[in-house]
């Protein structure tokens, strides 16, 4: 049996969770999240507490268990508090700016890389070198997040690139010259 499919989710004031047909449901203060379930799983909400419970005892259904459970306390988190990730620009020249409500990012190439605004997903710019993206959705906020950084990966020589705050990027040690050779 799995250990985190057993463990409860709490659910703060204003947090409500629907489960019907298969379909789970919660909202919160900051939105609505569903999700299909598949497989014999169910899930019963007692008060502010929100247990899964796997009905039987197949190999499917028990890898299944701790998967609906971290999605449920996933989305739980979403509605009631929001998920962002914060990402930060270095190069010399380079700089992001908002657009609307999408990006547009000057990044070492000959021209401006447009990053277009996605529902669910909000866009910050603290300073021209940071980017912040939220939503309630931690997936969708994730992937946003590793699309951006995609464009310009952080290169390991000098260490320009687009990368999440507090990565660490392995710096490598560039050619030297003065060797052994011909005179």
């Given at each position: 049996?799995?250990?985190?499919?057993?463990?409860?989710?709490?659910?703060?004031a204003?947090?409500?969770?629907?489960?019907?047909?298969?379909?789970?449901?919660?909202?919160?203060?900051?939105?609505?999240?569903?999700?299909?379930?598949?497989?014999?799983?169910?899930?019963?909400?007692?008060?502010?507490?929100?247990?899964?419970?796997?009905c039987?005892?197949?190999?499917?259904?028990?890898?299944?268990?701790?998967?609906?459970?971290?999605?449920?306390?996933?989305?739980?988190?979403?509605?009631s508090?929001?998920?962002?990730?914060?990402?930060?620009?270095?190069?010399?020249?380079?700089?992001?700016?908002?657009?609307?409500?999408?990006?547009?990012?000057?990044?070492?190439?000959?021209?401006?890389?447009?990053?277009?605004a996605?529902?669910?997903?909000?866009?910050?710019?603290?300073?021209?070198?940071d980017?912040?993206?939220?939503?309630?959705?931690?997936?969708?906020?994730?992937q946003?997040a590793?699309?951006?950084?995609?464009?310009?990966?952080?290169?390991?020589?000098?260490?320009?690139?687009?990368?999440?705050?507090g990565?660490?990027?392995e710096?490598?040690?560039?050619?030297?010259?003065?060797?052994?050779?011909?005179?």
């Amino acid at each position: 049996m799995s250990r985190i499919g057993k463990t409860p989710v709490t659910l703060p004031a204003g947090v409500t969770v629907d489960f019907k047909d298969g379909v789970l449901t919660v909202k919160g203060a900051k939105g609505t999240l569903t999700q299909t379930v598949v497989g014999a799983i169910d899930v019963k909400v007692e008060g502010t507490v929100a247990n899964v419970i796997a009905c039987n005892e197949a190999a499917d259904t028990q890898a299944k268990h701790g998967l609906y459970r971290a999605l449920l306390a996933n989305m739980v988190k979403g509605v009631s508090e929001g998920y962002s990730k914060a990402l930060e620009v270095k190069g010399v020249g380079w700089k992001v700016e908002k657009s609307g409500n999408g990006l547009i990012m000057s990044v070492g190439f000959s021209h401006k890389v447009p990053v277009a605004a996605v529902e669910g997903i909000t866009f910050d710019c603290p300073t021209p070198t940071d980017i912040v993206v939220s939503g309630i959705n931690k997936e969708l906020v994730g992937q946003i997040a590793a699309e951006i950084r995609a464009v310009r990966k952080p290169e390991p020589y000098h260490g320009y690139g687009i990368r999440y705050k507090g990565e660490n990027v392995e710096h490598k040690e560039g050619k030297t010259s003065g060797g052994k050779g011909k005179k």
